[in-house]
């Protein structure tokens, strides 16, 4: 399974609205109307980019913090708090 295809499901299921994000920083939109994502849309973006990154609409709901290198996690969980996600 990719990162998408095996995780994007479960930030959708704690109310994250995702989509498919790729490039050459890895942050941009991979469809259009991003912004217009939703649950109706996941298993079609689930089939035709399991391999990309996941972006995400939150509004205000959480707090982000973007670590790309994997050391820095417990780092990042001891000063801003675990994740649900």
């Known amino acids: ?9 479960q930030y959708a ?4 609205t995702v989509f498919p994000v790729g ?3 890895g942050k941009l939109p ?3 109307g991003w912004n217009k994502s ?3 849309k996941l298993d079609h973006y689930c089939r035709n980019f399991p391999d990309s990154n996941i ?3 939150d509004g205000e709901l959480i707090t982000r913090v973007d670590i790309d ?4 996690r ?8 675990d994740t649900p996600v």
């Open 1 to 9: 399974m990719g990162v998408f295809e095996d995780h994007a499901p």
């Open 13 to 16: 299921m704690q109310g994250l």
């Open 23 to 25: 490039g050459g920083d």
């Open 30 to 32: 991979l469809v259009k």
């Open 38 to 40: 939703g649950q109706h």
């Open 55 to 57: 972006g995400f609409i």
């Open 69 to 72: 290198d994997k050391n820095l």
């Open 74 to 81: 417990k780092f990042a969980q001891k000063h801003f708090g």
